[in-house]
Every structure is written in structure tokens, then in C-alpha cells.
């Protein structure tokens, strides 16, 4: 597709399962970054990667969540032992740049995680 | 589909009139600032910026103001159409690439 993709869209773990979210980025794109948004907020910056390369993961809440993009094409997030409080939109943004690409990012439409 | 904004402070407005949204920022040091919007079950969506250098940027149909003296952001909406109900975000960086987001404000346009 030409949009950022994301997968699972609904997500229902129970407490204690791990999970897997994936983002396709747009094709060509270099950067990738991973937000977190509790419901009634804004989101919150995760991690961000250039390539296969995670330059910041400044956001990550815990050593429970990890991300990957091992080809600098698709990521993958994870979240080990999942609690209630993990329970969010997920969502990815891709751009093409590497500097200054705040304005320049597009989101896909976010995995939306329950943990019960 | 799911919701973003359940507990969001809610702009309520007559479709053909302005909106105002407003949005306090916290970092000083904030360079560059976006406004999103987000609708039910979407990701956001890139609808103006403004460099610091900078007090007013005019669009398509939407103004955003910048006042840094009091950090201040605002986004105003001509002649609202229901179309433009969802939730407005403003973000601000100051490193170029990890924004910040605000809380959020929802707009709903009646009829």
C-alpha cells in the first residue's frame, strides 16, 4: 500500500503474555519512529531507528518493551509480560529524510493493545 | 472503532463558524511546531507548522499563531465544516526529529 501499515489493528493479551506489533513503513523511507498513546492523550515518543539502526530509545517505559528493524524496512515492537497499564494505541510514523523530519512524518492508523 | 479521545477537553461549534484551538507548550527551547489532527480509528494527520522564527502561518482555511513570549500555540479554523471534527494535537521539537505532543482537544461541528 502507499500508507504506512500496521498490524495487528486490535490486539487483546491477557496480563502476562507477550506481544508483537509490526509497522510496515512507505517503501524508501529511513526513518521510523514508535509512539505510545493512552487513551485521551497525546502520544508519547518510544523509539526511533535510521535504517536498522536504533539511535534513540530514550521512551521506552521499560526493559518489558523492545524494538527491532533488523532489514531498516519493517519494525517490530515488543512487549514482554504485558500489564494493564501497557494498554494503548501503538503507533508508527515513517519518513523519508534523517534530519529534521518532524514535519515531514507519516502515521499509520496505530495497533491498539487491551491488556486484561 | 475506537475512540482517542474519551476524557479530551471538547470545542463544540456551529458548522460556517471559526474555531479556535488552543495549546500551551512547555519547552522554551522549542524550535518547530506542528498541528495534527486525529480522527476516530486514524493515526494523525499533518495539518500546519510554524518555525519559532516565525508568529503566523496561514494555510488553506486554517491560521496557526505562535506567541513564544508565553508559550502559546493556537490553531484557528475558517468556516468549520463538519469534516473537521476530530481530535487537534499540537506538537513542538527542538531537535528536529522527536516530537512532543500536547494533550489533545476535540472539535465537534454541528449541523
Known amino acids: 500500500g502507499a500508507g504506512v501499515s500496521q498490524s495487528p489493528r486490535y490486539k487483546v493479551a491477557k496480563r502476562g503474555q507477550d506481544v508483537a506489533l509490526r509497522c510496515d513503513p512507505i517503501?524508501?523511507?529511513?526513518?521510523l519512529f514508535w509512539y505510545q498513546q493512552a487513551l485521551g492523550q497525546g502520544p508519547e515518543f518510544l523509539t526511533y531507528?535510521?535504517?536498522?539502526?536504533?539511535?534513540?530509545k530514550s521512551g521506552l517505559p521499560s526493559d518489558r518493551f523492545f524494538a527491532e528493524r533488523p532489514e531498516g524496512s519493517v519494525s517490530t515492537l515488543k512487549i514482554q509480560r504485558t500489564q494493564q497499564e501497557d494498554s494503548a494505541v501503538y503507533l508508527c510514523?515513517?519518513?523519508?529524510?534523517?534530519?529534521?523530519?518532524?514535519?515531514?512524518?507519516?502515521f499509520g492508523e496505530g495497533s491498539r493493545l487491551t491488556v486484561l | 472503532g475506537e475512540s482517542v479521545g474519551l476524557h479530551l477537553p471538547t470545542l463544540s461549534v456551529q458548522e460556517g463558524d471559526n474555531s479556535i484551538i488552543n495549546c500551551a507548550y512547555s519547552?522554551?527551547?522549542?524550535?518547530?511546531f506542528i498541528w495534527y489532527k486525529q480522527e476516530s480509528g486514524k493515526g494523525p494527520q499533518f495539518i500546519i507548522d510554524?518555525?519559532?522564527?516565525?508568529d503566523k502561518r496561514q494555510g488553506q482555511r486554517v491560521t496557526v499563531l505562535l506567541n513564544k513570549t508565553v508559550k502559546h500555540l493556537s490553531l484557528q479554523i475558517a468556516a468549520t465544516q463538519p469534516g473537521d471534527s476530530a481530535v487537534y494535537f499540537c506538537?513542538?521539537?527542538?531537535?528536529?526529529?522527536?516530537?512532543?505532543f500536547g494533550g489533545g482537544t476535540r472539535l465537534m461541528v454541528k449541523p
Open positions: 510554524i518555525r519559532s522564527n516565525m
Open positions: 510514523a515513517s519518513s523519508r529524510g534523517t534530519r529534521n523530519v518532524a514535519g515531514e512524518l507519516f
Open positions: 531507528f535510521q535504517n536498522e539502526a536504533q539511535l534513540d
Open positions: 506538537a513542538e521539537t527542538n531537535a528536529g526529529n522527536m516530537l512532543t
Open positions: 519547552n522554551s527551547a522549542s524550535d518547530y
Open positions: 517503501s524508501g523511507h529511513v526513518s
